[in-house]
């Protein structure tokens, strides 16, 4: 448990490997914690609802670069992907805190630029900013933000519930979010060798959109509560779809195969991809932030999500020993990795 002497480095356990390692000294003492640690949110018996409350910190460096994100999307963003873990739970957003530590190096107007973004996000998504902290930072900005949510108790969806045979579902299109901020990384290293450099972001609008400012996919969640459908797992993608697979596996004891024809990709960003000499279909495995859900359904509500234009089937949940792959476009079968694919 937490009984370690002498000095181990936290990179040799990682980001998943150190919340594993802290939540097995947890105890839980509340008979309403209905879910602690590893899902997208807690779940918190509210008598004749459940209440969802997640949190997420952004900090400046590892999460933003304002050399190339205004204020103002960082806000929104920040908002959002917040948003975003409360309808992975199947759930509605209702209430965010937000806490910021600023340095020197922001003024009055920075800081306004920021919450007119969060502000535009709780106006645009119904929920209420009610509160939060504000400190001084020695650098750069941190930013967090806790959003609360409700569900329906028949209609939460945990990471856990995934059965062998069950429908693999994504919602929208991937990597376009990765390929974004390749975009915006490129043409920073060009501006930081020419000052007098005019980015060229010509034609990369939808890229840089899905980047700087993601959307929480509640038409899904809606849409699926119209048809009858409530999915026997569900997650955001926040980490890419490959990552987001292996959290869903692990939890529900499943393994996964998918289809790589299957993948769902803009033109533009397939295009894009290919120009930059990036492979597709490693955007879409690994490539992250599109804050689209995943979400797993019963073969035998085939016919109900079918028609939907707004999802796209990329493949089926097998036992677990059976492993997770990607059935390639050339029908050969790779191990899928939690960063991506390699061959068996
Ligand atoms: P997400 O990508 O949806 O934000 P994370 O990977 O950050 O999810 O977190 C996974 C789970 O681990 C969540 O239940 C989260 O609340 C929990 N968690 C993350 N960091 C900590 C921490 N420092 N202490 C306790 N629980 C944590
Ligand atoms: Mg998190």
């Known amino acids: 448990m937490l009984e370690n002497s002498g000095r181990t480095e936290l990179s040799t356990l990682g980001e998943f490997g150190l919340i594993d390692h802290?939540?097995?000294?947890?105890?839980?003492h509340q008979p309403?914690?209905?879910?602690?640690i590893g899902d997208d949110a807690a779940v918190i018996d509210a008598e004749n609802k459940y209440q969802l409350i997640s949190t997420d910190i952004f900090v400046e460096g590892t999460h933003f670069d304002l050399s190339y994100t205004p204020l103002m999307h960082l806000g929104y963003k920040s908002i959002v992907t917040n948003i975003s873990d409360i309808v992975a739970m199947n759930g509605k957003a209702t209430h965010v805190l937000v806490s910021i530590a600023l340095s020197n190096r922001f003024s009055l107007e920075a800081v306004e630029d920021l919450?007119?973004?969060?502000?535009?996000?709780?106006?645009?998504y119904g929920v209420d900013l009610i509160?939060?902290?504000?400190?001084?930072?020695?650098?750069?900005?941190i930013i967090n933000v806790t959003c609360y949510g409700e569900v329906a108790k028949d209609k939460v969806c945990y990471r856990s519930g995934?059965?062998?045979?069950?429908?693999?579902?994504?919602s929208g299109d991937l990597g376009a979010a990765y390929l974004g901020?390749?975009?915006?990384?490129?043409?920073?290293?060009?501006?930081?060798?020419k000052p007098d450099f005019q980015p060229d972001l010509e034609g990369n609008d939808y890229l840089i959109q899905r980047q700087l400012r993601p959307e929480a996919r509640i038409d899904i969640i809606k849409m699926?509560?119209?048809?009858?459908?409530?999915?026997?797992?569900?997650?955001?993608?926040?980490?890419?779809?490959?990552?987001?697979?292996?959290?869903?596996?692990?939890?529900?004891n499943v393994g996964f195969t998918i289809y790589e024809d299957k993948l769902p990709m803009d033109p533009i960003a397939y295009q894009r991809a290919i120009d930059l000499g990036i492979d597709p279909t490693v955007a879409m495995l690994n490539g992250g932030e599109d804050y689209e859900l995943l979400f797993t359904v019963p073969i035998a509500e085939y016919d109900k999500i079918k028609k939907e234009m707004e999802i796209t089937i990329i493949g089926h949940a097998v036992e677990a020993g059976e492993g997770l792959h990607l059935i390639s476009k050339s029908d050969i079968k790779h191990k899928l990795t939690a960063q991506g694919w390699s061959h068996v």
């Open 224 to 252: 699926l509560d119209e048809i009858g459908v409530t999915p026997t797992s569900m997650m955001d993608i926040s980490d890419g779809l490959s990552s987001e697979l292996h959290h869903i596996a692990k939890q529900s």
């Open 115 to 124: 919450y007119k973004g969060m502000i535009t996000a709780c106006n645009l």
């Open 32 to 36: 309403s914690t209905i879910k602690g």
């Open 131 to 141: 509160g939060g902290d504000t400190s001084s930072s020695q650098k750069g900005l």
């Open 22 to 28: 802290l939540s097995k000294s947890i105890q839980l």
């Open 162 to 170: 995934c059965k062998p045979g069950d429908l693999v579902v994504v």
């Open 181 to 193: 901020l390749h975009i915006l990384e490129r043409e920073k290293r060009i501006y930081l060798e």
